[in-house]
């Protein structure tokens, strides 16, 4: 999978992450992809280390993070002089549950025509609750996190400032809740191209895993990298 980084967030110190807008004049990611993925960490009941990660988020103390394949790795500024290392994952989907997504995601031409153009659907989550697979964050098993700071709690201020740090990420590019749950862009894509074919030039309808046992090469070997990743506004003005 293609490596995502990021330095912080954008703009943190301009507008508020829970939504509305901030001194920049743009609408914060409390918008499509990043209102649920913050309310995910307010399911978590945090408290006061939720305020204090979105002060630390706002304030550049989120210094760097980067997702290889499922997992972030950061580096947030705590009170030390080191900055404290923060590991963050979610639960990925399981092999089944990606062959239910891709089925469900192939029954509607308008998702599909929007992926394989790198754009992701308004209302993609329809297709997640149809095969019975989480796109965000749902709490309890499906989050792993840790942090080498002191604070014994499960989650600290330096997880919650990751989690609100990811929450810009995901608004600016959606694609990456899709990489958080195992599979990246060009995966998607392909296993797109495969669901949609003819059913007489495969042989019925194949799913990921039909595909995955017979040629597991050929499978992986995604077509063109798409410029950028887009999200769909599902009908609603875009923002400035």
Do not use: N
Request: proline share 8%; charged share 25%; aromatic share 6%.
């Amino acid at each position: 999978m293609r490596p995502r980084r990021g330095r912080g967030a954008h703009g943190w110190a301009g507008r508020d992450p829970r939504g509305g807008r901030g001194q920049a004049g743009r609408a914060g990611p409390g918008g499509r992809w990043a209102g649920p993925w913050i309310r995910a960490l307010e399911r978590m009941r945090m408290g006061r280390r939720a305020q204090d990660g979105l002060h630390d988020a706002r304030t550049g103390q989120v210094l760097r993070w980067e997702a290889r394949g499922a997992e972030v790795l950061a580096t947030i500024q705590g009170a030390r002089p080191e900055p404290f290392t923060v590991k963050f994952a979610l639960a990925p989907l399981s092999l089944a549950q990606w062959d239910a997504l891709i089925a469900a995601i192939a029954r509607r031409p308008d998702f599909t025509a929007r992926l394989l153009d790198a754009v992701m659907p308004y209302r993609i989550e329809d297709a997640f609750r149809e095969a019975r697979a989480p796109l965000f964050p749902a709490g309890g098993r499906d989050v792993r996190v840790s942090c080498d700071c002191p604070d014994g709690a499960l989650a600290c201020r330096h997880v919650a400032a990751l989690h609100y740090a990811l929450a810009d990420a995901v608004e600016q590019d959606p694609f990456l809740l899709f990489q958080l749950r195992g599979r990246d862009t060009e995966q998607i894509q392909h296993a797109l191209r495969v669901a949609s074919a003819p059913a007489a030039a495969i042989g019925g309808i194949a799913t990921e895993s039909d595909m995955l046992t017979a040629d597991p090469v050929a499978f992986w070997r995604a077509g063109p990298r798409s410029e950028s990743a887009r999200a769909d506004t599902g009908g609603e003005p875009a923002r400035p």
